[in-house]
């Protein structure tokens, strides 16, 4: 009897006597050896007579039961082949159930496993027209009853389609299984046996008869060939169209699974004798199978002439080189990588990520959205920060990062980065291992494809000798690295001792060297290359035959300090002037700061600060963790608890904060990612030393006396450089979208260095976060809170305060009052009047009581807190006074002055108070009139015309712009009182740390103040410190797109026709990066003044606009209309305006399509790149879910004028490389940032509205062809770059999607993307892949 469905019914009509009758035609054809073919005609009128509909689910199982194995005769299985090919019964659940039955006796049944393959092989293709059979749904499902794929591979049983695609693998398993095991090799494999049935049962073995020796060698030899034709059908199946492409799906959605498969495979090719013997597949070619499997992009549309898939496919790879000689370079590919290099070193910001993470991160995305190798990859990065270098050879003077934060930049940030890119391949866990297990005869682990990468960038970069030639200040390290070289490839050894007491001119040969020779001295110092380096074709410039024979007897210096030579002052100079080479060096170091005498710690901090910090670029990553380690010491062992151990370390403390104070040195920790670690260690130092009274004093070894108040003033300087804290209220969180970088509060810091803390736990992080974690551990392996530092966390919620609301709160007769009347009157002690008059300077809120005391020698004895949080109210009183008469101006300066001379730390408060009073607007104007305040009209109007100027050489016009006239200057009353205070300061390195504080904040104050405040702080600045003109004139220019927002339209544009070549700009001479952020200030000149190229004004601009919404609406204007400009460029007038008008659109011969896209490539890029840096994550997700799909609603008049077809086209792509990597930038390829966690609703928004557009549920009025344009590139990217992306969106959004591009003819995109959307699309992927290719 037929064997009974497990669904629980037959179904297609019948009962038990229509399958008896069954089986007796077929018995009594098989005797009377009948003609298949009647015999199957006959048994269709009879089921069709019965109700059965055909195929028939319930016969397959009829007819298997037949023949195994009481039927296995050949003219049985004609009947089964005639069943199948005139599909009475379904051949794909025939097939599954005899695999059940004939696979695993395959060696008792050899006749039956051949006969069962040829069938297999005759049907296993013929999928199109079983997927469109009546009982699709319910033949499937039978064979999931059969072979139980839903729970095997974990599949949705519900759906026909992937149980297709989950039948397909398991034929690959089965006979892959059923092949080692024949040969056996399935021992090899880990589990030692197959998931499928391969082995008989006991019964079945028992039923059988004993062949005699003749009949037993046929069928060994019958069974040798049936283990070849096996292997075979897996190699057929992995290469034909529809069943690979079907085959990927597995590799994609079943991952487990496939890593065993490919095992297998590997295994089988390696070790099979049978595969050897095959004459129509090798080894080789069985395991390449594996590799051409390709998902949705078919090799016939990669190759495809038609322009709209060429276009396609150049967004999602390198441009051809056609492309890139027309107005861009192959280093275009990097353009936002330069932007970032370039944004990283602005020293008005100090960033609490590392510079390892943020460029870790975007050149994985650029590499994924270009398509480039590791070799372009690294060649690209080497190259952007070459070029960062280049731009400050000749840097203007003023109070900004100037070169080393740079060489930092390029010789230990960028090594860093690659040393972890080339760690993360060389550990990561490969296919055989990535599920826990392993083969014994996996071969060694050789260096990864990155190294060699590596290995051949810095070769070919070799060929760019204008990016290698060295700045001056670094002339001396390029000879002396290349002297090393050249003294190795000779065969002279000799150590660095050498180098330390002989002058390079004394070299017999030239010694000069680049930049390159530098970047090879810092991958071979991190073992990312050995020496061979030295012996690339022309690193050296020849062979030294013997060394100099004067050699000057030991000096100072690095290897006489390693032999034991103690730490003399003329040691320490040396040390401080030359950077250690070593780890081993700086560990000595370190040890004599936390073990040596007092003088030695201060030494040894001494050293650490010096050339070491800023040159030594080799060992800069230990360097500073050294000094933040330095400023968190450990208790002594006889600590008692009392006191604060780190009063003992003061001195050493003090030297270390006055060592990093420098703006160059924060950048440095800034871009190591030290910055949360440097604020957490400076808290505790500001709590301890803030709380002691100032008689407290110390005596350096040079003789210098240092209170308690320098102390904490030189940390309290320094933390406060690490936020923005001294911003007006509107950048503190208040609107839609904040300021980028407002969120860099004590707290923000604090809580990164705790994640860098709990990151340690996490044993799958990269080396960079295991270098963070270290550092943030070095203080405390436990988290910090504000709330550990009680003082410091009152002052800051009194700033807090101070800049949100008016001053307020000062009660009379308490300890704070009593030390607001103290400082008054220490402040303003020389004014020649009745104390009366003195008493009567403060102000309402803070009127004080009591004589002044003029004894300049008693001043408050106070703790430094205690002082800062009366600074307010003195300040307050001070500038009530001044408005109202009873100070001059210039007392009120000297005043001020004397407040911050004798606590410097009152500066930030004085600051803040300011900040928050400018922002108010209710004082008077002061009138800078020469008499009562300084007059600017010496040199105002020189400063004005150099703006007027700057902005003009850089394209930007504003008629509004006028000077000053004959108006009297005027600055509202506090900001004229700060100005003053800080022109009172000396421009020397002891004021210099105090500046840096007081210089950004007054910048801020003047920008945010009518035009034209910031050109009259700028000239009297600039009458002081002439020598600082340029960078005070650039400065006060920047201010200008703060109260004009055409200036930042002129600005974006320029940017835009800078970097695309649209017209001969005098800026434009070259294109590209060059021609965005120029070559530096002062390194060419244009009518008496340096023209700023507009990618540099603009980095330096974007962080004080806050309508970032209407930047991100521009960009996307200024993109669009930037194409029109490139599809018509190079054009006649005329003909261009018959090309406007033409519907037919331009010849793809007259402007070439591959050059075309790569500079709206180029353009794309670019306005990713501004939106991305300008508004952050904020404004990513505002233009993918608010303006973009705004845009496309709304109906363009100067789209529809300008409308052709390739201006359509290449708008369309456009925008969509726009939104892409704009998205890229902000949340990654992957889902390794945090970023990456808010992007499933952002994008799963942009998908839906693309889905309803398709749909017809919205209405467009964007031209049809850039609509069609943008979502076949859309998807096609993130098909291409960012798959990962497709996993987070909705399946039924896919599908909509799938189906919408299916009518547009688009079926291999469509497949590509349901292809990567998961297992929820799996199905629906393996149908149309059937439906198209079949």
Same mark, same amino acid.
């Given at each position: 009897m037929a064997a009974k469905l497990e669904d629980g019914g037959s179904g297609g009509g019948g009962g038990d006597d229509v399958w008896d009758n069954v089986m007796e035609v077929t018995k009594v054809a098989q005797e009377k050896g009948s003609d298949p073919l009647l015999w199957a005609v006959q048994l269709s009128s009879s089921l069709n007579s019965a109700g059965v509909s055909l195929p028939s689910v319930e016969l397959a199982h009829v007819l298997v039961s037949y023949i195994c194995w009481d039927n296995n005769v050949p003219i049985a299985w004609k009947f089964v082949e005639k069943a199948l090919t005139l599909r009475i019964a379904p051949p794909l659940l025939l097939l599954a159930l005899l695999s059940t039955r004939v696979i695993p006796n395959r060696r008792l049944q050899p006749a039956a496993y051949r006969l069962y393959m040829e069938l297999l092989k005759r049907h296993i293709f013929q999928l199109k027209c079983q997927i469109h059979g009546p009982d699709y749904p319910k033949v499937m499902k039978a064979i999931d009853a059969v072979l139980h794929l839903s729970e095997i591979f974990g599949l949705s049983a519900s759906e026909p389609g992937i149980l297709v695609a989950g039948y397909i693998f398991s034929v690959l398993l089965q006979l892959l299984d059923a092949s080692l095991d024949d040969e056996r090799l399935l021992e090899l494999t880990p589990e030692r046996k197959s998931r499928w049935p391969t082995k008989p049962l006991e019964m079945e073995i028992d039923g059988h008869d004993v062949y005699d020796e003749e009949r037993t060698e046929y069928h060994e030899r019958l069974r040798n060939m049936n283990t070849v034709m096996a292997i075979e059908i897996i190699g057929q199946i992995l290469q034909n169209k529809v069943t690979s492409r079907i085959v990927y799906l597995a590799h994609r959605n079943l991952r487990t699974h496939w890593v065993v498969f490919i095992q297998r495979l590997r295994l089988l090719g390696a070790n099979s004798s049978a595969l050897k013997s095959s004459t129509i597949l090798t080894p080789e070619d069985l395991l390449q199978l594996t590799s051409d499997i390709h998902p949705g992009l078919s090799q016939e549309c990669k190759t495809s002439p038609q322009p709209k898939f060429d276009a396609v496919l150049a967004f999602g790879s390198l441009a051809s080189s056609a492309g890139l000689r027309h107005g861009a370079s192959r280093s275009a590919l990097w353009l936002p990588l330069d932007l970032v290099l370039e944004d990283a070193l602005d020293g008005y910001q100090v960033n609490a990520t590392s510079a390892i993470e943020i460029i870790t991160s975007l050149i994985k995305t650029l590499q994924a959205i270009n398509g480039t190798t590791w070799h372009e990859t690294f060649l690209g990065l080497w190259i952007a920060a070459l070029r960062l270098v280049q731009r400050e050879r000749d840097p203007i003077e003023g109070p900004m990062p100037r070169l080393d934060p740079r060489l930092c930049m390029l010789f230990s940030i960028t090594t860093l980065l690659i040393a972890d890119l080339i760690d993360e391949e060389e550990s990561a866990p490969n296919d055989e291992t990535e599920c826990g297990f392993t083969y014994h005869w996996k071969e060694k682990k050789v260096p990864g494809k990155r190294r060699n990468d590596l290995v051949s960038s810095l070769q070919v970069l070799g060929d760019y000798q204008g990016l290698l030639t060295p700045p001056q200040s670094v002339v001396s390290a390029a000879n002396q690295a290349a002297a090393k070289a050249m003294l190795f490839v000779s065969g002279i050894d000799v150590g660095s001792a050498y180098f330390e007491c002989i002058n390079m001119k004394d070299m017999p040969v030239n010694c000069s060297g680049n930049l390159r020779h530098l970047i090879v001295e810092a991958c071979i110092a991190r073992n990312l290359l050995d020496t061979s380096a030295y012996f690339w074709p022309g690193y050296v410039n020849g062979h030294i035959n013997q060394i100099p024979n004067t050699v000057p007897a030991q000096v100072p210096g690095w290897s006489s300090f390693m032999k034991g030579?103690?730490?003399?002052?003329?040691?320490?100079?040396?040390?401080?002037?030359?950077?250690?080479?070593?780890?081993?060096? @700086?560990?000595?170091?370190?040890?004599?700061?936390?073990?040596?005498?007092?003088?030695?710690?201060?030494?040894?901090?001494?050293?650490?600060?010096?050339?070491?910090?800023?040159?030594?670029?080799?060992?800069?990553?230990?360097?500073?963790?050294?000094?933040?380690?330095?400023?968190?010491?450990?208790?002594?062992?006889?600590?008692?608890?009392?006191?604060?151990?780190?009063?003992?370390?003061?001195?050493?403390?003090?030297?270390?904060?006055?060592?990093?104070?420098?703006?160059?040195?924060?950048?440095?920790?800034?871009?190591?990612?030290?910055?949360?670690?440097?604020?957490?260690?400076?808290?505790?130092?500001?709590?301890?030393?803030?709380?002691?009274?100032?008689?407290?004093?110390?005596?350096?070894?040079?003789?210098?006396?240092?209170?308690?108040?320098?102390?904490?003033?030189?940390?309290?300087?320094?933390?406060?450089?690490?936020?923005?804290?001294?911003?007006?209220?509107?950048?503190?969180?208040?609107?839609?979208?904040?300021?980028?970088?407002?969120?860099?509060?004590?707290?923000?810091?604090?809580?990164?260095?705790?994640?860098?803390?709990?990151?340690?736990?996490?044993?799958?992080?990269?080396?960079?976060?295991?270098?963070?974690?270290?550092?943030?551990?070095?203080?405390?392996?436990?988290?910090?809170?504000?709330?550990?530092?009680?003082?410091?966390?009152?002052?800051?919620?009194?700033?807090?305060?101070?800049?949100?609301?008016?001053?307020?709160?000062?009660?009379?007769?308490?300890?704070?009052?009593?030390?607001?009347?103290?400082?008054?009157?220490?402040?303003?002690?020389?004014?020649?009047?009745?104390?009366?008059?003195?008493?009567?300077?403060?102000?309402?809120?803070?009127?004080?009581?009591?004589?002044?005391?003029?004894?300049?020698?008693?001043?408050?004895?106070?703790?430094?807190?205690?002082?800062?949080?009366?600074?307010?109210?003195?300040?307050?009183?001070?500038?009530?006074?001044?408005?109202?008469?009873?100070?001059?101006?210039?007392?009120?300066?000297?005043?001020?002055?004397?407040?911050?001379?004798?606590?410097?730390?009152?500066?930030?408060?004085?600051?803040?108070?300011?900040?928050?009073?400018?922002?108010?607007?209710?004082?008077?104007?002061?009138?800078?009139?020469?008499?009562?305040?300084?007059?600017?009209?010496?040199?105002?109007?020189?400063?004005?015309?150099?703006?007027?100027?700057?902005?003009?050489?850089?394209?930007?016009?504003?008629?509004?712009?006028?000077?000053?006239?004959?108006?009297?200057?005027?600055?509202?009353?506090?900001?004229?009182?700060?100005?003053?205070?800080?022109?009172?300061?000396?421009?020397?390195?002891?004021?210099?740390?105090?500046?840096?504080?007081?210089?950004?904040?007054?910048?801020?104050?003047?920008?945010?103040?009518?035009?034209?405040?910031?050109?009259?702080?700028?000239?009297?600045?600039?009458?002081?410190?002439?020598?600082?003109?340029?960078?005070?004139?650039?400065?006060?220019?920047?201010?200008?797109?703060?109260?004009?927002?055409?200036?930042?339209?002129?600005?974006?544009?320029?940017?835009?026709?800078?970097?695309?070549?649209?017209?001969?700009?005098?800026?434009?001479?070259?294109?590209?990066?060059?021609?965005?952020?120029?070559?530096?200030?002062?390194?060419?000149?244009?009518?008496?003044?340096?023209?700023?190229?507009?990618?540099?004004?603009?980095?330096?601009?974007?962080?004080?606009?806050?309508?970032?919404?209407?930047?991100?609406?521009?960009?996307?204007?200024?993109?669009?209309?930037?194409?029109?400009?490139?599809?018509?460029?190079?054009?006649?007038?005329?003909?261009?305006?018959?090309?406007?008008?033409?519907?037919?659109?331009?010849?793809?011969?007259?402007?070439?399509?591959?050059?075309?896209?790569?500079?709206?490539?180029?353009?794309?890029?670019?306005?990713?790149?501004?939106?991305?840096?300008?508004?952050?994550?904020?404004?990513?997700?505002?233009?993918?879910?608010?303006?973009?799909?705004?845009?496309?609603?709304?109906?363009?008049?100067?789209?529809?004028?300008?409308?052709?077809?390739?201006?359509?086209?290449?708008?369309?792509?456009?925008?969509?490389?726009?939104?892409?990597?704009?998205?890229?930038?902000?949340?990654?390829?992957?889902?390794?940032?945090?970023?990456?966690?808010?992007?499933?609703?952002?994008?799963?928004?942009?998908?839906?509205?693309?889905?309803?557009?398709?749909?017809?549920?919205?209405?467009?009025?964007?031209?049809?062809?850039?609509?069609?344009?943008?979502?076949?590139?859309?998807?096609? @990217?993130?098909?291409?770059?960012?798959?990962?992306?497709?996993?987070?969106?909705?399946?039924?959004?896919?599908?909509?999607?799938?189906?919408?591009?299916?009518?547009?003819?688009?079926?291999?995109?469509?497949?590509?993307?349901?292809?990567?959307?998961?297992?929820?699309?799996?199905?629906?992927?393996?149908?149309?892949?059937?439906?198209?290719?079949?």
């Open positions: 030579a103690p730490l003399t002052p003329l040691m320490v100079n040396a040390l401080v002037s030359s950077p250690a080479s070593s780890l081993a060096e @700086l560990d000595k170091v370190f040890e004599i700061a936390i073990k040596g005498a007092d003088d030695e710690k201060i030494f040894a901090a001494t050293v650490l600060c010096g050339a070491s910090l800023i040159r030594g670029w080799n060992i800069q990553e230990h360097t500073v963790q050294f000094i933040t380690r330095l400023l968190s010491p450990p208790a002594p062992a006889d600590d008692d608890g009392g006191e604060s151990h780190l009063i003992g370390y003061a001195p050493m403390l003090n030297v270390l904060m006055v060592g990093i104070s420098p703006v160059d040195c924060v950048q440095i920790f800034s871009l190591h990612g030290l910055v949360p670690q440097l604020a957490c260690s400076l808290m505790p130092i500001c709590e301890v030393f803030g709380s002691c009274v100032p008689n407290v004093s110390w005596t350096l070894p040079t003789g210098e006396a240092i209170s308690a108040h320098a102390v904490f003033s030189n940390a309290f300087a320094l933390l406060l450089k690490l936020w923005r804290f001294n911003h007006p209220p509107i950048e503190h969180g208040v609107g839609d979208v904040p300021t980028v970088g407002s969120q860099l509060t004590p707290e923000y810091l604090l809580s990164v260095r705790n994640s860098h803390l709990l990151s340690s736990q996490s044993i799958h992080q990269d080396r960079n976060k295991r270098r963070l974690s270290a550092a943030a551990s070095s203080s405390s392996p436990e988290p910090i809170f504000v709330d550990s530092f009680p003082k410091l966390k009152v002052w800051y919620r009194q700033h807090q305060r101070c800049i949100a609301a008016t001053l307020s709160g000062l009660v009379h007769g308490t300890q704070v009052h009593q030390t607001v009347d103290e400082l008054l009157s220490m402040m303003f002690r020389k004014i020649n009047r009745a104390s009366e008059g003195l008493n009567s300077v403060a102000s309402g809120s803070s009127s004080s009581s009591g004589p002044g005391n003029e004894d300049s020698s008693l001043r408050p004895k106070l703790p430094a807190w205690d002082i800062l949080e009366a600074v307010p109210f003195v300040v307050d009183a001070a500038l009530t006074g001044c408005a109202h008469g009873r100070l001059s101006p210039r007392e009120l300066a000297t005043g001020l002055k004397d407040l911050a001379d004798f606590l410097p730390a009152s500066l930030a408060t004085i600051v803040s108070y300011f900040s928050a009073e400018v922002s108010r607007g209710v004082w008077k104007p002061a009138f800078m009139n020469g008499m009562d305040w300084p007059s600017p009209a010496t040199n105002l109007t020189n400063v004005e015309e150099h703006i007027k100027k700057i902005l003009a050489t850089t394209g930007i016009d504003i008629p509004s712009l006028a000077a000053g006239g004959t108006s009297p200057a005027t600055l509202p009353l506090p900001l004229a009182a700060f100005l003053s205070l800080t022109i009172t300061y000396k421009i020397d390195k002891a004021s210099e740390r105090f500046l840096n504080l007081a210089g950004p904040a007054l910048e801020s104050l003047a920008a945010g103040c009518p035009w034209p405040c910031m050109p009259i702080v700028a000239s009297l600045w600039t009458q002081k410190a002439k020598r600082w003109f340029d960078f005070l004139v650039f400065s006060a220019s920047r201010t200008v797109f703060l109260h004009n927002s055409d200036a930042v339209v002129q600005l974006l544009k320029s940017c835009f026709t800078a970097t695309l070549g649209l017209n001969s700009n005098p800026i434009s001479s070259n294109v590209g990066v060059g021609a965005l952020l120029g070559h530096g200030f002062g390194s060419h000149f244009c009518g008496g003044i340096s023209p700023v190229a507009p990618g540099i004004l603009y980095l330096r601009v974007y962080r004080s606009m806050r309508d970032i919404l209407f930047i991100t609406e521009e960009i996307v204007s200024l993109l669009m209309h930037s194409v029109r400009e490139i599809a018509f460029s190079g054009l006649p007038q005329e003909k261009m305006e018959k090309l406007k008008a033409s519907k037919n659109g331009m010849r793809y011969g007259q402007v070439s399509l591959a050059a075309a896209i790569t500079r709206v490539k180029l353009a794309a890029s670019l306005g990713a790149s501004l939106v991305w840096l300008s508004g952050g994550l904020g404004s990513v997700h505002s233009l993918i879910y608010e303006t973009l799909p705004s845009w496309f609603i709304s109906v363009h008049k100067s789209e529809h004028k300008y409308s052709n077809g390739l201006v359509s086209m290449l708008g369309g792509y456009a925008l969509a490389y726009f939104a892409v990597l704009c998205g890229a930038l902000a949340w990654g390829v992957d889902s390794s940032s945090l970023a990456s966690k808010r992007r499933p609703k952002i994008l799963g928004f942009h998908m839906e509205f693309l889905a309803s557009a398709l749909d017809g549920k919205i209405s467009l009025g964007c031209d049809s062809a850039t609509w069609h344009a943008y979502v076949s590139g859309f998807m096609s @990217l993130m098909v291409s770059c960012t798959p990962t992306w497709v996993l987070e969106v909705d399946v039924e959004v896919l599908k909509r999607l799938s189906k919408g591009l299916k009518q547009w003819n688009e079926e291999e995109l469509a497949i590509a993307l349901l292809g990567i959307g998961g297992l929820g699309t799996m199905g629906a992927a393996a149908e149309l892949i059937i439906e198209k290719d079949s």
